[in-house]
């Protein structure tokens, strides 16, 4: 019951399929029968409730628990090994339960993969491992499908009940149209493109989708780190006007401090490691990584040129999450920036308006927290802003002048009005040419 398992279990549900989402993580567990999910993402909890209302969803701590059902959907998490390569080890671990448990009966049932894996990995391991734990058969006695989720935080719900495309990858026909005629009862006419392909090439699919929206924000940070050296440029404007471009188009392009969050790095990362076991050097999808990697730091050297070193600064920093309407600090830019102000002997001081606990858990009492963003930046040398989040695009200049020992903006996601900003402050920001 992770990001993508809890999604889709309440959604299933809510669609009236008799859903049993089960974890094996007890707090989690016991939070979730009480209708709390372990993270926030919008109109989550309350389809959850309702759901486990209607008794379409329960929740189970027992993989054996899977034996009353026609498909199970395999949502576990592949984090990133210290090498940046995948960690398959809880895939594999639920295979090997799933093998066992369908051992004890004779009822053919459909295994998706959900969980994004490596390519390969389905046929390869999954399906050796479900057969040699369950002495039974793929194609006949049981069907595997790679089925490739695409959801985004913050819009996990929506995302979910009106997906862009279904990639269904099996290798028999009769999983493929058991799994697409299951979508098709679930979304009746608003049924999306479905594409059929080999579980290669959906896992594949998976990995290119997520690294070509990873390097569309990488080349926007490239353009924006030029403009910075070019007064009078302005990204956001270069990157409106190539987005009118019906080749390019307008989203994925909005520089910042480098993408962050539980796929874009992991995935990206995970790619270039599998290529290199096979000799492979994928050299764009390395640029995108590295360029990545040193945005935080574009950031930074804004802060360092503006207060002219950073050493007993008092630095404000409005927005902790790795993008808006979520609490999640997973690969967020501001934990890099914050380690690096905190290393070079600056005074950090925090605002988020959902993510400050997950915060606390990294920094203690290194860092100050604030409630409210007016509290956060009083007194403080230097606004850094890293999140968009819609408040933030209210606050006024005659705020930070009145409140700041002195106004110093950075707008690392470009949410402030840059004109009026610059008149009044003394404003900086991703991209703009100074
Ligand atoms: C992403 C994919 O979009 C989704 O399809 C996949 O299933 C999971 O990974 P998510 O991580 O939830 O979703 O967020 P997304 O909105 O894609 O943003 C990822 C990161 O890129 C964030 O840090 C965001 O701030 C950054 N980003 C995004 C930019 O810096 N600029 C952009 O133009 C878009």
Redesign the pocket.
């Known amino acids: 019951m992770g990001f993508v398992g809890l999604n889709l279990a309440a959604f299933l549900a809510s669609r009236k399929v008799r859903t049993v989402g089960i974890e094996i993580n007890k707090d989690i567990l016991t939070s979730l029968n009480a209708g709390k999910p372990q993270f926030y993402e919008r109109g989550l909890e309350s389809m959850v409730k309702s759901t486990l209302k209607s008794k379409n969803l329960i929740f189970s701590g027992n993989v054996e628990d899977i034996l009353g059902s026609d498909i199970v959907f395999v949502c576990v998490g592949t984090p990133s090994l210290h090498d940046g390569s995948i960690d398959l080890s809880a895939l594999k671990k639920v295979s090997e339960k799933i093998g066992k448990t369908m051992s004890v009966d004779s009822r053919w049932r459909l295994i998706v993969i959900k969980s994004t894996v490596t390519p390969g990995t389905t046929s390869n391991i999954v399906l050796p491992i479900l057969e040699s734990s369950s002495s039974k058969k793929c194609g006949k006695d049981f069907g595997l499908v790679m089925n490739p989720?695409?959801?985004?935080?913050?819009s996990a719900v929506k995302d979910t009940k009106i997906p862009h495309l279904i990639v269904i990858g099996g290798a028999n026909t009769k999983d493929n149209t058991f799994l697409r005629s299951f979508y098709s009862t679930i979304y009746g006419r608003a049924l999306p493109k479905v594409m059929i392909t080999s579980p290669t090439t959906a896992e594949m699919i998976k990995y290119a989708?997520?690294a070509f929206?990873a390097t569309k924000?990488s080349f926007i940070n490239s353009i924006a780190n030029i403009c910075q050296h070019l007064p009078g440029t302005d990204v956001e404007q270069i990157a409106q006007a190539i987005g009118y471009d019906p080749r390019i188009g307008p989203l994925?392009?909005?520089a910042?401090p480098?993408?962050?969050?539980?796929?874009?790095p992991k995935d990206v990362s995970a790619l270039l490691s599998f290529c290199k076991n096979m000799g492979i050097d994928p050299k764009l999808v390395s640029a995108t990584h590295q360029v990545n990697l040193n945005q935080p730091y574009e950031v930074v050297r804004l802060v360092e040129r503006a207060l002219n070193g950073i050493l007993g600064k008092v630095i404000s920093i409005l927005g902790l999450a790795?993008?808006k309407n979520t609490d999640d600090i997973r690969e967020a830019v501001s934990i890099k920036i914050i380690s690096h102000l905190l290393k070079n002997g600056a005074i950090v001081k925090v605002h988020d308006p959902m993510a400050i606990n997950r915060v606390k858990s990294v920094f203690g009492n290194s860092i100050e927290y604030f409630d409210k963003a007016d509290q956060c930046i009083k007194n403080s040398e230097c606004c850094l802003i890293l999140t968009e989040w819609d408040e933030y695009k209210d606050l006024k200049p005659e705020l930070f002048i009145k409140v700041m020992t002195s106004p110093i903006i950075i707008d690392a996601r470009r949410v402030l009005d840059a004109e009026e900003f610059e008149k009044k402050t003394q404003y900086f920001a991703i991209g703009r040419g100074k």
């Open positions: 989720e695409f959801l985004r935080e913050g989708n997520n929206l924000i994925f392009l909005k910042g480098g993408y962050g969050g539980s796929c874009f790795f993008k």
